[in-house]
């Protein structure tokens, strides 16, 4: 099913304490950690900073160009080298495609025990990061390595944009649908796989959809009627729909029956695969979500479940829906699905309602 390290090396999940997006740090302690960290002026050409937990900051270079700047990196979700350099390369460049823009170059940024690991393992990393970067089309220009405790892979991502089709988190509009690019259930499907209980096909179709790359955005941004794109990562589904509710000072509502869910997602969360992630993002912004009575168990495991390399969330005018959803198809986005609208905000409801 996956690479077999050698003999006296301990599998890469085993030396992380958290994997992939569910290392990131709770969303609420997060919060505190940046209160009042910024308090320069920001200057005119920033067109995207951290004000609404944007994906990635832009900045304006000139009337036809902006730079879109993010960086992602995280300890190992899969044993396997080469899947884990591609599955960190992936999340890193979609928060370029996210903005509506498009990837020029990457920086790698690599902290590996070099006590622990082999050479041969740790280029095995790089090597899957980079042949991700080939297929977007750009170069590993550089980077920077250190030698750590914990395996540590990712990337700095660079791309471009046109000024006017930067896509916000925070520019959803009421009467918008919402449209998730790719099903859930990372989380949940890494958990299993460290505790020895994901079968080679399911650990397939995981492989598949974390290195999958976002590469509608940039066509979506195009499209008249698409107001605003994130996508979901780390604090999950509901994590990154109430970012963009917050930021768009608006009600979002999904349908818990049109959410897609990766195969065999449902009966592991029941089972009890769930990451420790998924309840602190719970822990950090659950009071913000009314969650229908007649969900399954598992729904709120999922909604929080983190997504490593997840899919995007597209907020769009109802008759732009068509052109997004052929977009995703020509992308070959099969599990693209509406899954819900935008509202006006109300003054003693949640910013997230799902039924």
Not at 85 to 113: C, E, F, K
Not at 194 to 208: E, P, S, V
Request: aromatic share 4%; hydrophobic share 45%; charged share 15%.
């Amino acid at each position: 099913m996956t690479h077999t390290p050698a003999a006296t090396e301990p599998r890469l999940t085993s030396l992380s304490h958290g994997g992939g997006c569910g290392c990131k740090i709770a969303p609420g302690v997060l919060s505190d950690i940046l209160k009042g960290s910024n308090g320069l002026p920001m200057p005119p050409e920033l067109l995207v900073g951290i004000e609404t937990s944007d994906d990635a900051a832009v900045y304006r270079l000139n009337d036809e160009q902006a730079l879109v700047a993010t960086t992602d990196f995280f300890m190992p979700i899969v044993d396997d080298p080469h899947d884990f350099g591609r599955i960190a390369a992936t999340n890193a460049i979609s928060d370029v495609y996210a903005m509506g823009g498009r990837p020029i170059m990457a920086l790698a940024l690599v902290g590996m025990p070099i006590s622990v690991l082999s050479t041969a393992t740790i280029g095995r990393i790089l090597d899957g990061g980079a042949s991700v970067c080939r297929q977007a089309g750009i170069p590993v220009a550089g980077g920077h390595t250190i030698d750590s405790v914990e395996p540590i892979y990712g990337l700095v991502a660079l791309g471009l944009v046109h000024p006017d089709r930067v896509r916000r988190n925070s520019d959803a509009k009421p009467g918008d649908v919402l449209v998730l690019s790719k099903a859930l259930g990372v989380g949940v499907m890494s958990a299993a796989l460290k505790k020895g209980h994901l079968d080679a096909a399911l650990y397939q179709r995981m492989i598949a959809t974390t290195t999958q790359l976002n590469t509608p955005g940039p066509d979506l941004a195009a499209i008249d009627g698409v107001h605003a794109i994130t996508d979901v990562t780390g604090f999950g589904l509901a994590g990154h729909a109430l970012e963009m509710a917050r930021g768009s000072r608006c009600q979002v509502r999904l349908d818990w029956s049109a959410v897609p869910l990766l195969e065999g997602v449902p009966g592991l969360a029941r089972e009890g695969f769930v990451t420790g992630a998924s309840g602190r993002n719970w822990a950090a912004y659950g009071q913000e979500v009314s969650l229908s009575a007649a969900l399954p168990g598992e729904a709120q495991a999922l909604l929080s479940d983190p997504q490593t390399s997840g899919g995007l969330l597209v907020s769009c005018a109802p008759q732009a829906l068509d052109a997004v959803m052929r977009v995703f198809a020509q992308h070959g986005f099969s599990a693209a699905a509406v899954i819900g609208d935008v509202g006006a905000a109300e003054a003693q409801g949640a910013a997230l309602v799902v039924a």
